[in-house]
């Protein structure tokens, strides 16, 4: 699975978009971008994926490069409850899926009044 | 529903001493895997599991043992107990061939003295 880097931290105002980038510049054409989120130190959970296109769902949106060498996620309203480490991942997806996730330091987001 | 559940929360063992993590699903998922989070740091896989009685190593597999007798557990087996293995323990699960979002439990944590 391709790694990915990710900056330690940023910040975010409240009720502004937040975008976190990652770069996964090794991604093989077979590899999907997941992006998860941990919330003190509770078990991670899921936010979006996505191959080639953009993605967007209920909890955010999700950019990805024409060349998949980066992407963004996008919380379009960050909240306070938004203040999480969020992990981007990259992994091989269909029949090659082995459904492991191999995990980075990931982005410390901390949404400020 | 309960997705997928950790016992025990909380847990101190002496060095030396041997245990089990349980970790069950009750989401007919055929993958699960273990994790262990140490204080600031990203989750690392210890083993993995893709149906009942197929296991393999993940990047930290030393001084763990796993079985997988039936599709719902993923008991993680701790054989003599170091302090280096104190830490958060995470275990998740997810559909098969073409499943997306991996579903967490809340974890355990374990010390060892």
């Known amino acids: 699975d391709a790694k990915t880097t990710q900056p330690t931290s940023m910040d975010c105002a409240e009720g502004r978009a937040a975008n976190l980038p990652c770069n996964h510049s090794?991604?093989?054409?077979?590899?999907?971008v997941y992006w998860y989120r941990q919330i003190h130190s509770q078990g991670p959970q899921y936010i979006i994926h996505?191959?080639?296109n953009n993605e967007t769902n209920e909890m955010a949106s999700l950019i990805i490069t024409e060349d998949r060498k980066s992407s963004t996620l996008i919380l379009p309203h960050a909240t306070l409850r938004d203040t999480a480490v969020y992990y981007c991942?990259?992994?091989?997806?269909?029949?090659?899926?082995?459904?492991?996730?191999?995990f980075g330091q990931g982005t410390t987001l901390q949404v400020k009044p | 529903n309960a997705g997928v559940t950790q016992t025990p929360k909380f847990q101190v063992l002496k060095t030396g001493q041997s245990m089990t993590l349980q970790c069950a699903q009750d989401?007919?998922?055929?993958?699960m895997s273990w994790y262990r989070q140490d204080p600031g740091m990203g989750l690392r896989l210890i083993h993995y599991?893709?149906?009942?009685?197929?296991?393999d190593q993940g990047e930290v597999p030393n001084g763990y043992n796993v079985s997988r007798s039936t599709t719902e557990d993923f008991p993680l087996r701790l054989l003599s107990a170091a302090p280096s293995q104190t830490s958060v323990y995470f275990c998740?699960?997810?559909?098969?061939?073409?499943?997306?979002?991996?579903?967490f439990g809340q974890g355990t944590r374990l010390t060892v003295v």
């Open positions: 998740a699960s997810s559909r098969g061939t073409g499943g997306t979002e991996a579903f």
């Open positions: 989401m007919n998922h055929e993958y």
């Open positions: 090794t991604i093989s054409g077979n590899e999907y």
């Open positions: 991942i990259v992994r091989v997806g269909g029949s090659s899926n082995t459904g492991k996730l191999i």
């Open positions: 996505g191959l080639k």
């Open positions: 599991s893709v149906g009942a009685g197929i296991t």
